[in-house]
């Protein structure tokens, strides 16, 4: 299995501009996160799908931010318009099904974002 | 409010040196607790902890659980270079999971 897929890798964008980020996650696993990254805030769980449903997006930082999740293989992060702050490394991290307890998520290479 | 926190933030060691790094806790519904290792790229996962008492290890590493006093530690024995890196600590709710800032790591030789 490849892992989690990112894209792009690297991204340098302008203030005011739509920004996309995509992810594939591991076959076969349900559930689905999307963090962000930066030196002050550490590792934030920004939102997480289970069988392509949002479950909690509650970490998500306003009403620019936006995440679907339209079939098991794929999901965005959409930033409509984009600012400064929200540069950051965005990851995607999936996990398979699990019971009660929890289970080891799996993170993508992530997508590094710079908004000029 | 759920949170975690990690000490030190950061440490450095000369290899050989054995290290054991600290992750704190106070949730209202813990499931799991999960320590993640960090160079420079994604996390990759270390251990998942859900029993009091019960040590998990691998190789170097080993990390235990207390859920009465709310705390984990990771131990890493005879220190690697390979070994530097920020050690993160993350613990599952019923509905989110919760990462602390890390443990930056470094092992000279």
């Known amino acids: 299995d490849a892992g989690v897929i990112q894209s792009p890798r690297h991204e340098v964008t302008e203030m005011g501009q739509e920004v996309t980020l995509r992810c594939k996650p591991i076959?076969?696993?349900?559930?689905l996160f999307w963090y962000r990254q930066t030196m002050m805030r550490g590792l934030e769980l920004l939102i997480y799908?289970?069988?392509?449903?949002?479950?909690?997006d509650s970490g998500m930082p306003e009403d620019r931010f936006s995440a679907k999740m339209p079939n098991a293989s794929f999901s965005t992060l959409k930033i409509q318009p984009s600012e400064p702050r929200d540069s950051a490394v965005y990851f995607c991290?999936?996990?398979?099904?699990?019971?009660?307890?929890?289970?080891?998520?799996?993170f993508g290479p992530g997508t590094r974002l710079t908004v000029l | 409010e759920d949170k975690v926190v990690q000490s030190p933030l950061s440490l450095v060691v000369h290899e050989g040196d054995t290290v054991t790094l600290n992750c704190s806790y106070e949730?209202?519904?813990?499931?799991?607790l999960l320590w993640y290792k960090q160079e420079k790229k994604a996390p990759t996962f270390l251990f998942m902890l859900?029993?009091?008492?019960i040590e998990k290890k691998s190789g170097r590493l080993s990390s235990i659980l207390d859920k009465k006093e709310l705390f984990s530690i990771l131990n890493i024995t005879a220190t690697q270079t390979g070994d530097s890196a920020v050690y993160l600590c993350?613990?599952?709710?019923?509905?989110?999971?919760?990462f602390g800032t890390g443990t930056s790591l470094t092992v000279i030789p």
């Open positions: 991290a999936s996990r398979a099904p699990s019971g009660p307890q929890g289970g080891e998520q799996f």
């Open positions: 076959s076969g696993h349900d559930y």
């Open positions: 799908f289970n069988n392509n449903v949002p479950i909690d």
């Open positions: 949730v209202t519904n813990f499931r799991s």
């Open positions: 859900t029993s009091s008492g």
């Open positions: 993350a613990f599952h709710t019923g509905n989110q999971f919760y």
